[in-house]
C-alpha cells in the first residue's frame, strides 16, 4: 500500500522480515564481497581509535564505570549530564523504549530501520504504520501521524531512504502525552549535522537516539546513546541490567565525543557527501534502464528503484558485490535497493559491474 494513510497492524500482517538487516548480505558465502550493504564507514575504526581501545583491556578487572563517558556526551551536546543514557548500541535503546515506556499505540514511520518495529512487537504492541510515498520522495506530512499516537519513531536522516527531514518539520510531531523518537544514527554523516535535534530541549517528550557504531566502524563494539529529558532518561536506565556497556566501549564513547574525533567526523562526513554525488552521478547512467536514485540522497547510502532488482542484486553477488534488498523495509518492495556510499575506485568498480548485471537483464 503506497499511502500517506496510517494503519493500525498486527504482528507480521505485512509479511515484511523486520530481523533482515545489511550484515546478513556479507555473512557466510557473502564474506568475501566487496560489502556496499551495510552502512558502516570503510576503513574504521582509525589507527587512534583502535589503540584507545586496546589501552582500556587493562581495566578489565573493575567492572565498567560510565560516569566520564556520560559526561563526555553531555559535554559534546551541551547537555546536562542527567538527559544522557549510554546503551550498547541504539538497538538497545528501542528495546529499552519498547519495554520500559508505558504506551498505548506507539506509531513507526516507514520505510525506516525496521528494529523500532521489531522490538515493539516483542514487547506486546500494537504497532501502527504511516508509509510515505516514494511520489513524495519519501518527505514527512506530520499530519500524516494520528494525533491519538503516544510514542512516533521516526529516523533523521532515513534508513533506507538517504531523506532528510527538516528539523522543524519533525518537532511539529511534538505533544503533550507524546514521546517523539527521532533516530539520529547517521546524523553524524550529515556535513554540519543540519536538522539535528540532539541538544533540544524546547521539544516536549523528545527522546534522540545516536550511534557511534556507524562513522567510527564500532558495530562490534555496541556503543551507543539516548538523550532525553531527566524522568525518560531515568525510567529507562531502570529498566537496563546492571554495567550494561562493557569498558572498552564506555572508552570507545569518551574518544569518540572529544573534540579530534569531532573534526575528524566533520571532515569524514564532506568527503561521504562528495563520494556520494559521484556515485548517483554514475547511476543517472542506467536511467535508460530503468533505475530511479531517491534525491536529495543525504546519509552514506542511497535507496534506488530498478525493475528486475531481485535478478540484478543476484548477479552483482556473482560479480563480487553484496547490496541491500529493500524489500524487507516496510512501504517498499523488490525493486528497491539500498547502496552503501564508499569511495570512488569502488563506486566506479561497482558500477561497471551494474553495467554487466543489467545488461544481462534485457
Known amino acids: 500500500m503506497d499511502t500517506h494513510t496510517p494503519m493500525r497492524t498486527e504482528a507480521g500482517s505485512r509479511g515484511h522480515d523486520l530481523r533482515h538487516h545489511g550484515d546478513a548480505e556479507v555473512r557466510d558465502d557473502g564474506a568475501a564481497l566487496v560489502d556496499l550493504a551495510v552502512n558502516v564507514r570503510a576503513d574504521t575504526p582509525p589507527v587512534w581509535l583502535r589503540e584507545h581501545v586496546a589501552a582500556s583491556l587493562s581495566s578489565l578487572a573493575a567492572y565498567p564505570d560510565g560516569r566520564a563517558a556520560r559526561v563526555a556526551v553531555a559535554a559534546r551536546h551541551g547537555l546536562p549530564v542527567e538527559r544522557v543514557l549510554l546503551t550498547a548500541g541504539a538497538a538497545e535503546a528501542f528495546v529499552l523504549l519498547a519495554r520500559a515506556l508505558k504506551v498505548r499505540w506507539p506509531v513507526v ?8 518495529e521489531a522490538a515493539l512487537r516483542d514487547a506486546g504492541h500494537s504497532v501502527g504504520r504511516v508509509l510515505l510515498r516514494a511520489s513524495d520522495g519519501f518527505r514527512l506530512d506530520p499530519a500524516a501521524v494520528p494525533e491519538e499516537a503516544d510514542l512516533v519513531v521516526v529516523g533523521n536522516p532515513t534508513n533506507p531512504t538517504s531523506v532528510l527531514h527538516p528539523a522543524e518539520v519533525l518537532a511539529r510531531l511534538a505533544r503533550p502525552g507524546r514521546t517523539l523518537v527521532v533516530d539520529e544514527a547517521f546524523m ?3 556535513p554540519g549535522e543540519r536538522e539535528a535535534l540532539a541538544g533540544r530541549t ?4 523528545l527522546v534522540v537516539l545516536r550511534s557511534l557504531t556507524k562513522t567510527w566502524g564500532l558495530a ?3 556503543i551507543g546513546y539516548v ?7 531515568a525510567e529507562l536506565e531502570r529498566a537496563q541490567p546492571l554495567w550494561p556497556v562493557s569498558t572498552p566501549a564506555l572508552a570507545a564513547a569518551e574518544a569518540c565525543v572529544a573534540p579530534r574525533a569531532l573534526a575528524e567526523a566533520a571532515h569524514a562526513a564532506h568527503r561521504v557527501a562528495a563520494d556520494r554525488a559521484h556515485l548517483i552521478a554514475g547511476l543517472g547512467e542506467f536511467a535508460g534502464a530503468g533505475l530511479r536514485v531517491v534525491e536529495p540522497a543525504e546519509g552514506p547510502f542511497v535507496l534506488v528503484r530498478l525493475p528486475d532488482a531481485t535478478a540484478v542484486r543476484g548477479r ?3 560479480l563480487g558485490f553484496a547490496v541491500r534488498r529493500g524489500d524487507t523495509f516496510p512501504g517498499l518492495g523488490e525493486e528497491w535497493l539500498r547502496l552503501a556510499v564508499r569511495d570512488r575506485g569502488t563506486s566506479d568498480a561497482f558500477l561497471r559491474a551494474l553495467g554487466r548485471a543489467t545488461a544481462a537483464a534485457s
Open 202 to 205: 524546547d521539544v516536549p517528550g
Open 316 to 318: 552483482l553477488r556473482g
Open 227 to 233: 538523550l532525553a529529558a531527566p524522568e525518560t532518561v
Open 220 to 222: 562490534g563494539l555496541r
Open 188 to 190: 553524524d554523516a550529515v
Open 109 to 116: 514511520v516507514h520505510p525506516q530501520f525496521t528494529e523500532p
